[in-house]
């Protein structure tokens, strides 16, 4: 069983992807007011049919993700050895799969990215692929990503595109407006449940949610949907159990306000040695400014 969190492959592999970034084009898509302001109010939206026509390039990318881990950077399965099926996940790998990188460099998500977070900018700061084979019981446990993350600011979004149809049992679920309530929790390790070691003392413990209670957010999820919610809103699923395979592919954007924190504990993804002071913006080298699409 791959561990999270420990690098398999250099993630790092080009060496200024600015360059990338003025050379190559984004599509601009219009999201209406009403889902900006729902997104802003909830810190989760969904958007029908966001990307019908990456479903296949990126089942392409992340069946080479499951196919050799160890390639790839920070593979991680966290349904144990004693539990049913399969949950994969591995962040950090734009640089190394081809469908990955066309889908961040030349698709409609940065420009949705930048209007969602209300931001003149959208910055990249990773991808993330998930896959739950068939049995798997495995919950992901309830938490947000802010804290993971080596950064802090509200002007944040993940964009989750459905790679397979996901009916609401399954599905994540999100607590609306839990990204305004002021509250940082600490991370957990989704295979253990046991939280991060950190000395940070403003972190709260690990939180419980009612997955059925009236304030969650969850909807069943054709391929090529995608699911777009702030880094603090908190999200989890039930154990109910996979009946089909269930994919996704995650981009994690950054806008204006986002800057460098050091935690004072272990990071998801453990980006150490970026030569970042807190308060810093994030190195435009190795996290793409890709909205506006150019810079000249
Ligand atoms: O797909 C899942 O169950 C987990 C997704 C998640 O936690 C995330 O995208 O941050």
């Not at 561990?3 to 209406?32: F, H």
């Not at 392409?60 to 966290?78: E, K, T, V, Y």
């Not at 990249?124 to 068939?134: C, I, M, Q, Y």
Request: net charge negative; hydrophobic share 35%; aromatic share 10%.
């Amino acid at each position: 069983m791959a561990v999270g969190n420990t690098s398999a492959a250099q993630w790092r592999a080009i060496e200024d992807v600015s360059v990338l970034a003025a050379s190559t084009q984004r599509p601009w898509t219009e999201i209406s007011p009403a889902v900006v302001d729902n997104f802003q109010r909830d810190g989760v939206v969904i958007l029908r049919e966001a990307f019908p026509k990456w479903v296949e390039p990126l089942r392409a990318g992340l069946q080479r993700n499951l196919d050799n881990p160890r390639n790839f950077a920070f593979p991680c399965d966290s349904a144990n050895d004693d539990e049913p099926g399969r949950f994969f996940d591995s962040y950090c790998n734009w640089q190394l799969i081809p469908e990955y990188l066309l889908f961040i460099f030349t698709s409609e998500a940065a420009a949705i990215a930048a209007q969602l977070m209300e931001s003149q900018t959208a910055q990249l700061f990773h991808d993330h692929a998930f896959t739950k084979e068939p049995g798997t019981q495995k919950a992901t446990p309830w938490h947000h990503d802010l804290p993971y993350y080596c950064v802090d600011g509200t002007q944040t979004v993940s964009i989750y595109v459905a790679l397979d149809a996901t009916p609401t049992q399954t599905a994540v679920r999100f607590l609306k407006g839990s990204h305004r309530d002021g509250k940082t929790y600490r991370p957990r390790n989704f295979a253990s449940g046991a939280e991060y070691e950190h000395e940070d003392s403003s972190l709260l413990p690990a939180p419980e949610v009612d997955p059925h209670g009236t304030d969650i957010f969850v909807e069943a999820l054709s391929p090529g949907d995608a699911l777009c919610f702030d880094f603090r809103t908190l999200h989890g699923t039930t154990s109910a159990e996979i009946e089909n395979r269930r994919r996704a592919f995650s981009t994690r954007w950054m806008g204006d306000d986002v800057r460098y924190l050091e935690r004072q504990g272990e990071t998801s993804p453990p980006l150490d040695n970026l030569g970042l002071q807190s308060g810093e913006v994030m190195r435009p080298d190795l996290f793409p400014v890709l909205w506006p699409p150019s810079h000249d």
